[in-house]
């Protein structure tokens, strides 16, 4: 069973820089194809960044390319998103979510794609 638990939100200032972090408690992330959702207080969930199992592909929604960067240790059996520049329009819920992909190299962009979900963790821009 994936059991997928995200750390590293909290409130930051305008311009600041988070980390956030996804582990995978139950079976290896390094099998599955990964990505960072949020979900804005009124507004549906969106997708952040993904990345392939072998971490070779990368996604980024056009909101946040060029300052976040999403990463897979699959030696430590985690995935990162590396947020910097933050603007109070990244406060949002912020989710990993897994699935078994069909090849190595694919990501996927939709959250009806994924099978398998965080709890989420807060981030807070302030302006």
């Known amino acids: 069973q994936v059991q997928l638990v995200e750390s590293g939100g909290g409130l930051v200032q305008a311009g600041d820089s988070l980390r956030l972090s996804c582990a995978d408690s139950g079976r290896t992330i390094s099998d599955y194809a990964m990505g960072w959702f949020r979900q804005a207080a009124g507004k549906e969930r969106e997708v952040v960044a993904a990345?392939?199992?072998?971490?070779?592909?990368?996604y980024y929604a056009h909101s946040v390319e060029g300052r976040f960067t999403i990463s897979k240790d699959n030696g430590e059996n985690t995935v990162l998103l590396q947020m910097n520049s933050l603007d109070p329009e990244d406060t949002a819920v912020y989710y990993c979510a897994a699935r078994a992909p069909f090849s190595s190299l694919t990501f996927y962009a939709r959250a009806s794609d994924y099978d398998y979900w965080g709890q989420g963790t807060q981030v807070t821009v302030s302006s």
């Open positions: 990345i392939s199992s072998n971490g070779a592909m990368t």
